[in-house]
């Protein structure tokens, strides 16, 4: 069993939000400035989290980066609504998909002090 770094709902939207990975752009921005800043976010947080164990926050976490996105995007415009299909290509090419990057605790374990 992996080790779960876990986190409550509200500090998930909190961290990625956070002053120090710098502000979001405001919501009037093309969608490759939101991409460029939005990318290394995720990345970061996805290097972080990603242990075995942990994969369904990690999939939470993407698919609320993009709900709170296409919400920006559908607010901002009054003529057209972008539909989920289109936006996924969107969403694909800036928000990476989330992967366990850590291996479990006892290979970790094993590989530094091997017996």
């Known amino acids: 069993m992996g080790h779960k770094k876990r986190q409550r709902g509200k500090k998930h939207k909190a961290e990625w939000l956070a002053p120090s990975s710098g502000a979001p752009p405001a919501g009037y921005e093309r969608i490759a400035a939101t991409g460029a800043w939005l990318q ?4 970061g947080y996805f290097n972080y989290h990603a242990v075995p164990g942990n994969f369904a926050a990690l999939r939470t976490f ?5 709900r709170a996105w296409l919400a920006a995007r559908r607010h ?26 850590h291996p479990e605790p006892g290979v970790r374990f ?5 017996r």
């Open 40 to 43: 290394p976010v995720a990345q």
């Open 62 to 66: 993407r698919r609320e980066v993009a």
């Open 76 to 101: 901002r415009s009054q003529r057209h609504r972008l539909p989920w299909k289109r936006f996924r290509s969107i969403l694909d090419l800036y928000v990476p998909l989330p992967r366990v990057l």
């Open 110 to 114: 094993d590989a530094r002090y091997p």
